[in-house]
């Protein structure tokens, strides 16, 4: 008996080889015909398995010889931020292929390939799989595809429209004034340390979502008389009914995200452990939150209340054909909604959660990258008192102002932020099994094999030397990361690059004739086809600039984060400066009465820290941020500056 036991143990793990063995073989094929360079992984890296097994195989994976793991261990896990543009260089190409026995992966940092892919939405679909756990609330517009996509993206669009973006640029200035209110107080001084600056940035980016995107006003601590205001709600008190306050509930739902998305609500509701049952209570508090909010707007536009129109999800109630007509008369019944209650309130999740975190990462990256970049900041400063005249902030227009935000330095350095810190790490496309995709790739007609993964490396693409204007490093001897572009200025944060005379870069991006699927009337689908940048500033050949995606798939919010983004460098920046903290050297006092080699010196040291950070301590969960530590930075008010220096 144990004989036969093992001996069919033994045939099916022999059956299992072959298996393995017979679709590598096939994959291998593929990619063999293909006509896209290619290398042969072990491992298929999208694998969740093979993710967690990684945890304890890395460390042994690491001590064997680098010729036996060369290239292909980097290439099995997450190096888009790590090793960014130089896999490309090491394979001599801008697109290419790994070859595993589950799944072949095509990695694309080549910006006409992205462009074909991206238009051709029919050919290479989102790959669903890696956001199926977005569904917690219920479908959207991230989690769907085909006419499910085309009939949500017909009726979320809508609600993002320039009356919400006025809305944006109001509460953002309302915001930014009462977070630096926070960081000072009612204290004289000039200048403060701030060591929650990536803290900050996550409320104040909740606030305005929470305010543009549900009408809840959300005040910052210390600041009650906000409460006076007509649309506030009482979002800090718990609710009847609630164990949690509004706030408290939606701030711990973004904090506990990662258990609320990957485990299954059982399994979240009865383990044991602290982190798991808050992020349970979270999930329920916040979402019986949001049904009373939909309830209470329905009821609204039901009795023929506009109320505060401008927010997101009253329109987009409005938008899924909920009217005052839909009062059911007498003997009669009200029309059919264009979207379920679950499909509203899913749309509205993924609103808050990719309209969070996403700009308070950025927020919190430009002040970063402007301490570091003094001159960069001067510029900005420069800039911002022209565009304002001294103009009280109560005085500034959105139609006037925002026209010039977008195409002088402080678009540039958006744009530049974005340019190197994409939020997320890749946009996943691929290929339907049975269906191969002809792509013509480095002006050769391949063909993607069926059922491939795509990965649109966003981080590679920013820095690809063949598609962008580039100079040369800073500090040769120093290059800015130790394995990506060393012979040029890609890897350095430089918003002058926007500003170069770009007639020769701009005539990459001619009309072409337009790629199968194009024809769609992108009107309908409310898809802004308009470039990420202004046209006074540099223009990226289409498919190389990705913060906000592109194509049919393009963020819905790419307005909303803009706007945002740049009322906040108005704001702070038209009244102060920031720099990088030198605490941990020197005091303020000594550094008074240091000269300008001294303090040139000390700078230095705290650049170099910051610097290590952001190329040792960054990783992505969701999106791309520090993982580890904080960044200590001065806000200054403007002529108390430490450290003006080129």
Known sequence: MPSTIATVFLALIALYCLKVYLRFH?????????GI?????????ASRLYRISCIFLLPILRLLPVSWTDPWLDLTLDWAWKRRYEPFARMRAQTFLTVSPRRNVLFVAEAPVIAQITNRRTDFPKALEVYDTLRIYGSNVVTTEGLEWRHQRKITSPPFSERNNHLV??????????????????????????????DDAMRLSLHI????????????????????KAHVDNSSLVGEGHVMSYTDALGSLLHNIIPVIALPRCLLKSLPFKATKQAYLAYIEWGKYMKEMFDKKKSQILAGEEGDTMDLMFAM???????????????????????????????AFVFILAGHETTANSVHFCMVYLAMNIPAQRHLQRDLDETFQRRPVSEWDYDRDIPKLFGNMAGAVLNEELRLLMPVM?????????????????????????????????????????????????????????????DNDLEEFKPERWFLNTDAATTKDVAKPA??????????????????????????????????????????????????????????????????????????????KMDEIGKREVWGKAKAKVERQMLNDM??????????????????????????YS
């Open 619 to 644: 990783g992505s969960i969701i999106t791309l941020q520090l993982r580890t530590g904080h960044i200590a930075l001065r806000l200054v008010k403007r002529g108390s500056e430490m450290f003006d």
């Open 317 to 347: 109630l409005k938008g899924a054909g909920v009217t005052a007509k839909d009062r059911a008369q007498e003997g009669g019944k009200p029309t059919e909604q264009m979207m379920t209650d679950e499909e509203i309130m899913g749309n």
């Open 426 to 486: 890749s946009l996943p496309k691929c290929t339907e099994p049975g269906s191969p995709q002809p792509l013509t790739v480095g002006g050769k007609k391949c063909t993607v094999p069926a059922n491939t993964y795509i990965a649109l490396m966003g981080h590679s693409a920013h820095r690809n030397p063949n598609q962008w204007p580039t100079g040369p490093p800073a500090d040769p001897n120093n290059p800015s990361h130790p394995l990506s572009n060393r």
């Open 37 to 45: 360079p290619y290398t042969i992984v072990p491992f298929y890296q």
């Open 169 to 198: 640029w109001r509460e953002t200035l309302d915001q930014s004034q009462a977070m630096v209110n926070s960081w000072f107080g009612d204290d004289k001084q000039t200048s403060k340390t701030i060591r929650t600056m990536a």
């Open 209 to 228: 979502i929470s305010r543009a995107g549900f009408g809840v006003h959300l005040s910052w601590p210390g600041t009650a008389k906000d409460q006076e």
């Open 515 to 592: 790629e199968k699927g194009a024809e769609e009337d992108t009107s309908a689908l409310g898809i802004n086809t308009a470039p990420d940048t202004s046209a006074s500033l540099f223009k990226p050949e289409k498919g190389a600039y990705l913060p906000f995606s592109e194509g049919y798939r393009s963020c819905l919010g790419r307005r909303f984060a803009q706007v945002e983004l740049l009322a906040f460098l108005a704001f702070v920046f038209s009244q102060y400066s920031v720099e990088l903290s030198v605490e941990e050297w020197a005091s303020d006092e000594q550094v008074e």
């Open 26 to 34: 096939k994959n291998l094929a593929d990619a063999k015909a293909s």
